[in-house]
């Protein structure tokens, strides 16, 4: 048995120093030979600061700040990868960071016979320090004896450096190392289609906790246990609290793993088979964006399961803006994957996500058919046996009485949220029919929902306000008088 595991760059950090000035005199080689000055970065000035010892700016997880003479050329250089180019560049490939895991994860024996791994790893006109001690991250932190291959799926990349450089360099490594080449741009999901895919219960996918690097000073900061995997009326994943049922149903150790209704989808792994017969990818998405979603509820709908290991630690970039466009524009991209996944899995419960967006609707998404035969042919449960099941602390209430608007009819205007957080007032404005913030439910509870905030009226006086939907009535309460 093996598994695949995929995920984005960027991780962690490592690099065995007897690697470092070679790969210092390769990348000052390429990138002297670059059209494009920028890539250069601080490269002349590695040399001299990176050090040995766990005093290198960087280590041990610490944040790196740029000199205020530094700041301008920062700024310039932050704008090719949308993350600290040079901060990254300072900092040593085989970076010490603090063991973030709980305690009894340290103490935790694993079976000898574990299925032979390969890591995925798909990049796009990424930069050679982050995409490097990616790789040598993975190589230097997991047991070689598992460890089968790296795969480095290369999305059209248009830099020199990831071409010839990056062939050669890898040839040297003591893990075998394959690059497959996009011919063009096709996005993670086509591009992880593309690699050679590698297998616990072959049915269950499980991911890490998702640890975040800082985009602005590579701050390595841990990830929390208590949180998993969800989302809002508009398909956005979001991380909410772990609920305490599930705290029951692992009587309270912590480093047992959380189902998790649904995934990030950058750090997943998976078996090779299953991953086959349940359908590997929608191929009929673009670029990313909601495969993370789909193939959570074709997981969870078609008999397997989906975990987070909670001593399972991976680092990542997230990044405030993306370095790369999007074919058609992002949100074009966005809502036709989104609109494919809920024609296929949501059943009536995509009526919440076109009223809510409702320009969804007019987005071409191509033909879904052979995605709903795939449904049929696994015999998968409805979405609203997911809802009650996997996800019954959804934001979507599985009852309700209505949907849409709550609006003046003599003065046409409409009750909206306003964009507005948790304690604060909700508000009226314009009616404009364009969903989004003016989208409530009145829900078989008597709640007026927006998302997964409660109209709430602790004084008599009011102000009505938006609280968290605690579902004991009370102030959360409404009555409907239809005449």
């Known amino acids: 048995m093996r598994r695949f595991v995929y995920c984005k760059v960027v991780l962690a950090t490592s690099l065995m120093w007897v690697l470092v000035d070679v790969f210092l005199l390769l990348y000052f080689s390429e990138c002297n030979k670059c059209d494009d000055k920028k890539e250069r970065s601080l490269l002349p000035a590695l040399r001299a600061v990176i050090s040995r010892n766990q005093e290198g700016p960087g280590e041990m997880g610490k944040a790196?700040?740029?000199?205020?003479?530094?700041?301008?050329?920062?700024?310039?250089?932050?704008?090719?990868?949308?993350?600290?180019?040079?901060?990254s560049d300072l900092i040593a490939l085989n970076r010490s960071l603090p063991d973030v895991r709980l305690d009894g994860c340290k103490t935790k024996v694993y079976p000898d016979e574990l299925p032979n791994t390969s890591v995925v790893i798909v990049f796009h006109n990424e930069a050679w320090s982050t995409l490097l001690r990616t790789v040598y991250s993975v190589i230097n932190r997991s047991p070689h004896r598992l460890l089968s291959e790296i795969i480095l799926v290369d999305d059209a990349s248009e830099r020199e450096f990831l071409k010839a450089s990056l062939e050669n360099y890898v040839k040297n490594l003591e893990v075998s190392i394959k690059i497959i080449r996009m011919e063009q741009r096709s996005g993670l999901i086509r591009a992880r289609l593309r690699s050679q895919l590698f297998s616990s219960h072959r049915k269950t996918v499980v991911c890490p906790i998702i640890d975040v690097i800082s985009d602005d000073t590579f701050e390595y900061m841990a990830g929390s246990d208590m949180t998993y995997g969800g989302f809002n009326w508009k398909l956005n994943f979001r991380w909410y609290p772990v609920p305490q049922r599930e705290m029951d149903r692992r009587k309270g150790d912590r480093t047992l793993p959380v189902r998790t209704p649904t995934m990030a989808g950058g750090l997943?792994?998976?078996?090779?088979?299953?991953?086959?017969?349940?359908?590997?990818?929608?191929?009929?998405?673009?670029?990313?964006?909601?495969?993370?979603?789909?193939?959570?509820?074709?997981?969870?709908?078609?008999?397997?399961?989906?975990?987070?290991?909670t001593c399972s630690h991976v680092g990542h970039v997230f990044r405030k803006a993306t370095p790369y466009t999007f074919p058609g524009g992002t949100g074009h991209v966005i809502n036709k994957n989104n609109r494919r996944l809920a024609e296929v899995w949501m059943d009536e419960f995509k009526d919440f996500f076109y009223i809510i967006s409702p320009g969804v609707v007019k987005v071409d998404y191509g033909d879904v058919s052979i995605r709903k035969a795939l449904r049929e042919n696994l015999k998968c449960k409805p979405f609203s046996w997911y809802l009650e099941n996997i996800y019954p602390d959804s934001q979507i209430p599985r009852r309700y009485y209505s949907l849409g608007e709550i609006r003046n009819v003599e003065t046409n205007q409409c009750l909206d949220n306003m964009g507005r957080k948790e304690n604060e007032k909700v508000g009226i404005f314009n009616c404009h029919g364009m969903g989004g913030n003016q989208v409530f439910s009145y829900t078989a509870d008597k709640e007026i929902r927006t998302d997964d905030l409660c109209l709430d009226v602790s004084r008599l006086n009011g102000p009505v306000i938006m609280l968290k939907c605690h579902h004991m009535r009370g102030n959360q309460l409404w009555e409907y008088d239809a005449e």
Do not use: H
């Open 64 to 87: 790196v700040l740029i000199p205020k003479d530094d700041q301008e050329k920062m700024k310039e250089l932050f704008k090719i990868n949308q993350f600290n180019l040079m901060a």
């Open 268 to 309: 997943f792994s998976i078996d090779r088979n299953y991953f086959e017969e349940i359908g590997t990818y929608d191929a009929g998405m673009d670029i990313w964006g909601g495969e993370n979603l789909e193939m959570s509820f074709r997981i969870w709908q078609c008999g397997g399961s989906l975990e987070i290991v």
